[in-house]
Every structure is written in C-alpha cells, then in structure tokens.
C-alpha cells in the first residue's frame, strides 16, 4: 500500500481528526465502524445483513494485508481519540491495460458528515493520485440519488462519463441509477 505521511486536519465543528494509512492494527475498530454504517445506509450495493459474513476482524486484516502488497493503491482511516469515522480508499486496476485507473472509494459515519472532511479526504486521494507514477484516471459509481455524494464529487473536479439505467434496486422496489464518474489525476 502506499504509505502517506498522517494528517491532522481541523472540520468545520472544530473536531481535531487524523487522517493516515490503515493497518493490521485498526481491523477490530474497523468492524465496529462498518457496523455503524452500514446499518445506517442505503447507498451501498451490498445491504447491512450481506455486509456480516465479511464483517470480522479476519476479513478486514486479509484486504489490508492485499492492500499492503501494492504501491499502486491507497487505503485510509480517519481516526478521533481512537474510533475511526471514515474510510477511503483508491484502488487501481489489476490488469496492465487498467492499473493507470483507480476506483475510488469514500464513506464517513453519519455524525461526521458536512464538517467538511469528504472535500479534505477527496484533495488528499487525489495529490496522492497525481503524484504517483502509474495512476492517471480516477473513477467512481454513485446511486443518481445520493445527493450529497454527487455534490462532492462534483466540486472536486470529477465529471459524468456514463449511466446504468435502474442499475440498483431498493428494497422498496424502487430503482436508481448508477453514473459513472472520472476526472483525470493532475
Ligand atoms: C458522500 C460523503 C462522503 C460526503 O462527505 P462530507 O464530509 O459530508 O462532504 P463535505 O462536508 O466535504 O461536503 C462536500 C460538498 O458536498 C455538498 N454537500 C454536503 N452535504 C450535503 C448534503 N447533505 N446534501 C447535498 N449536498 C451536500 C456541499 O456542496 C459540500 O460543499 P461545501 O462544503 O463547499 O458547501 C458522505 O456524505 C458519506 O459518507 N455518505 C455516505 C456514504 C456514501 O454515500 N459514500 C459514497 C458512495 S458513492
């Protein structure tokens, strides 16, 4: 995984948070976090029961381990006296004709949204995307009704490159889009 220098950012509300890679060590808070937001959440492929067989602290410690083997991907936490309120991460293609494009990834528990930390943890992904040396294209799905993902992916550049139409459903057996999302890493 490549290995960011911690960071110490101030939100909106005043709360000190730090943002740094995770490790081996973060696996049981993690499964508590995942707990607490999935349970909360509807714009996730996966649904909060699906989520349970790969919710262990075994699970969490063998992605971290994979993620650990590649310079090339990036996982972060963002941690408050000990809990972690956030995840990120971006990961690039396995393929030689996709590694120049990594998926990014984002979720921040409910009680830390609009403080403002998406717009640092999006900045940080993407200096990290633009330094390193095989990343050129980041890319993301979003559910068309998950409002303030859109905004903030939007104010940081990113731009619609497709749509799966009804690509989700939801368990009251409504339907959502998929958009596809890019911007370039520079
Ligand atoms: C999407 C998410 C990461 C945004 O993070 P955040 O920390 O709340 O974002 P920020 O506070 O930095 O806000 C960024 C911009 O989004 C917009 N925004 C924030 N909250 C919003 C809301 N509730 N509705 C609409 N727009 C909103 C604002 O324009 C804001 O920019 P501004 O601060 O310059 O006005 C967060 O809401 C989240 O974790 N959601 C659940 C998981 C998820 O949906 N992940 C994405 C899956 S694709």
Known sequence: MAVIKPKMVILKNGTEVCIRNRTLEDAEEMRSYMESVF???????????????????????????????????????????????????VDCGSKKRNQHVGQVGISIRQDYRGLGLGTVLMQTM??????????????????????PAIALYRKMGFVEEGRKVNEVKYADGSYDDCICMYRFAE
Request: glycine share 6%; charged share 30%; aromatic share 8%.
């Open 39 to 89: 349970s909360n959440d509807r714009f996730f492929m996966t649904t909060n029961d699906e989520s349970r067989e790969f919710r262990t602290v075994e699970k969490y410690g063998e992605r971290t381990e994979m993620m650990n083997g590649h310079e090339h991907k990036l996982l972060l936490i963002t941690e408050v006296d000990g809990q972690i309120v956030s995840i990120s991460d």
């Open 126 to 147: 993407i200096d990290w995307a633009t330094a390193d040396s095989v990343i050129e294209k980041l890319a993301l799905g979003v559910w068309a009704k998950n409002a």
